[in-house]
């Protein structure tokens, strides 16, 4: 079998489109990749017009399968092609798109959905969306990226314990330490004073030890939905007087500036605090996001939905229990034995990409006192209850080893495409019958 696969930012552009549109989809390709190359022969695709349809006729013409996997949303997915197109798409809402707007009608993602006769998705959240559009029988498998046997080395490697050894990471890139850093500079414009940090000096290589009570998250924080503020604040009151509780924000975006402005002015507005925030916008080689991984208690997602969540699965295959809710793709892995949940309610919002903002979905909002008490409770077990903290952690590997192991995206995807093409057999059959 030949399986084409492509997604519009590639190794060449990913690190211009980070926080970007859809950026996320190469991660996610990347991870599929090994699995798929169990299963047939791969060829990353740099030109969908010009290399699919041939490719395919190159595969059909020896006799052999060949399926193109786009791992775009569906209004980006191309459905004009002979080769058997199948989208690989992310969702967080409680719809999908079902109108059309300026003119395209893949905005109705039941058009190429339909053209495609089957998708693939990453949570049995997006299953039902999907069917509750397209029919109970839609053909659509639910298959997360298979991050959990990368951490294989590592998981060995770690030490379980809940209070973190001091561990050194070199950062490539801008540090923030909120220790270290004068916060008058991000203050109301009338009163500010001091000196700002300066985005446009050249890119340093800094130290960053961390122990105690650590708790990362990875995003980015021009998504919307990540819902940092509610991270910082709750963070910020529930460790006032906490010194040895630290709050790492990695940053995923491609531009300094626009990622710190707004949290260092959120950094100063809940001021006063014991606790330690640290930013990080940069390169973390392998070896350093690694001992990040480490030195981290707790990973922290508050975020209004996710289509999966790569970071989050990878801390947690890390044995790294989460503070989080249980919402959206998360129902899947995220339970009480390996996480502190936060309630959440439902809320009407817009589909991300409709230029209307029409209220046309749900999203999910987490509550803010709920995410204290996840604070609190799980800083308590860290210093007070190794026993638990231990338990959590490997309730957190077993969850994320069945949720997102290379075996079981391999299971998936092997019925996944059998029946895809066994379909198409049984339509060609009938077509000749007619």
């Known amino acids: ?172 890139g801008l540090l923030v330490d909120s220790h270290q850093l004068d916060l008058r500079p991000y203050g109301p414009a009338h009163s500010r004073e001091g000196k700002a940090l300066d985005f446009d000096a050249p890119v340093k290589e800094h130290k960053l030890v961390l122990d105690g009570v650590v708790y990362t998250s990875v995003f980015n924080p021009g998504d919307g939905r990540k819902n940092w503020e509610d991270m910082l604040s709750a963070f910020c009151v529930s460790f006032r007087d906490i010194e040895d509780a630290t709050l790492v924000l990695k940053l995923t975006y491609h531009n300094a500036e626009e990622a710190l402005t707004d949290i260092l002015h959120h950094l100063y507005k809940n001021q006063p605090y014991r606790c330690r925030i640290v930013l990080i916008h940069g390169y973390l080689a392998d070896a350093d996001y690694e001992c990040l991984v480490q030195a981290t208690r707790y990973v922290v997602n508050t975020s209004n939905g996710e289509g999966q969540c790569l970071p989050l699965m990878e801390f947690m295959s890390c044995g790294k229990p989460a503070v989080a809710p249980r919402t959206t793709a998360m129902i899947d892995y995220i339970d009480a034995d390996n996480s502190f949940i936060i309630d959440t309610t439902e809320e009407l919002t817009a589909w991300p990409h409709d230029p209307r903002r029409a209220f046309r979905t749900m999203r999910y909002v987490t509550s803010w006192e709920s995410l204290c008490s996840a604070y609190k409770a799980s800083y308590e077990v860290a210093k007070q209850d190794g026993e638990r903290y231990a338990q959590m952690s490997a309730n957190a590997v077993r969850s994320l080893e069945k949720f997102c192991s290379q075996a079981n995206a391999q299971e998936g995807l092997q019925a996944f495409f059998e029946q895809l093409f066994e379909s198409r057999k049984l339509l060609a059959v009938d077509a000749i019958q007619a």
Request: charged share 20%; proline share 8%; glycine share 6%.
């Open 1 to 172: 079998m030949l399986i084409l696969i492509h997604s519009e930012t590639n190794k060449s552009t990913i690190s211009l489109n980070l926080g970007r549109s859809e950026y996320s989809y190469y991660f996610v390709l990347k991870e599929f990749r090994p699995v798929l190359e169990q299963l047939g022969t791969v060829v990353e695709i740099t030109d969908p017009d010009e290399q699919v349809d041939r490719l395919y006729r190159e595969s059909i013409g020896r006799g052999e399968e060949c399926v193109f996997l786009s791992f775009s949303p569906p209004h980006r997915t191309p459905i004009h092609y002979a080769c058997p197109t199948i989208p690989v798409l992310a969702w967080e809402f409680s719809t999908i798109p079902n109108e059309v707007w300026c003119g395209e009608p893949r905005h109705d993602w039941r058009v190429v959905l339909g053209a495609a006769g089957a998708a693939i998705t990453h949570s049995s959240y997006t299953v039902k969306a999907v069917r509750d559009a397209m029919g109970a029988d839609y053909p659509i498998s639910a298959i997360a990226a298979p991050v959990w046997d990368r951490f294989s080395g590592l998981r060995q490697q770690l030490d379980h314990r809940p209070l973190a050894s001091p561990v050194n990471l070199k950062i490539k």
